[in-house]
């Protein structure tokens, strides 16, 4: 199974902007891969929509 996990962008109207690691994420992704799917993480926080 093809799966995609998406840690989305902050919200344009806030004033406070931390960039986090998806870390939950990436665990969870980390145990997909392992039960043999193929997965993708998209960080939007880095990505930008063009690049996708």
Not at 25 to 41: C, F, I, K, P, S
């Amino acid at each position: 199974m093809r799966v995609l996990f998406v840690h989305p962008s902050p919200l344009m109207y806030s004033e406070i902007f931390l960039r986090l690691e998806p870390l939950g994420l990436e665990r969870v992704a980390a145990a997909a891969r392992a039960a043999g799917h193929q997965v993708r993480v998209v960080d939007l926080q880095v990505l930008g929509h063009k690049e996708l």
